[in-house]
């Protein structure tokens, strides 16, 4: 599986990775289900792969507006969620069907942030449940391996 890097700027470095920490607001600590990834001025976010796209400005997560990248693979559904994003921006993707490498949207520092970054989040299907759910699988063998190539594409700061 080819991913397309959903920040192509030069200096983006991983803030925060996926797993437990002390949350930087809410001073508890909490599982974090994605990635941050930071950088500076004007940041185009992409789409990791083909798929269908949705955006909502009026979540209580505080993830601000956000988009959601849905897209399935080898019959496994997924949705990318990219969340804190600019929201002077917005409204610029209105077609739902997006190609990979497409701009979703920009960095931005929307909802529960403390400064401009992208929070990107996996989450799978489980059909056993009936549940999304976050996902962490980092064998570079396996071909959803999303984080895999995160932690390769971005340093961490
Ligand atoms: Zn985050």
């Known amino acids: 599986m080819n991913f397309f890097k959903p920040i192509n700027k030069d200096g983006t ?23 941050d990834l930071a950088n500076s001025g004007e940041v185009e976010l992409h789409a990791i792969c083909n798929g269908n796209v949705s955006y909502n400005d ?4 505080g ?6 990248l849905y897209y399935v693979i080898e019959g496994i559904q997924f949705i990318a969620y990219y969340a804190h994003m600019d929201r002077n921006k917005k409204n ?15 960095m931005g520092n929307t909802g529960e942030s ?16 009936k549940k999304w759910k976050a996902y962490d699988y980092r064998n570079p ?11 390769n594409w971005y340093k961490e700061r």
């Not at 009026?58 to 997560?61: R, V, W, Y």
């Open 141 to 151: 063998d396996h071909p959803y391996v999303i984080n895999y190539f995160v932690d």
């Open 92 to 106: 610029i993707f209105n077609d739902r069907k997006i190609k990979k490498g497409d701009i979703i949207g920009y």
């Open 114 to 129: 403390k400064g401009q970054h992208l929070h990107l989040e996996i989450r799978f299907y489980d059909s056993d449940v």
């Open 13 to 35: 470095k991983q803030t925060s990775k996926f797993g437990y920490r002390m949350h930087p607001i809410l001073k508890k600590r909490k599982k974090h289900n994605g990635y």
């Open 58 to 61: 009026t979540d209580n997560k």
């Open 63 to 68: 993830w601000g507006y956000y988009a959601r």
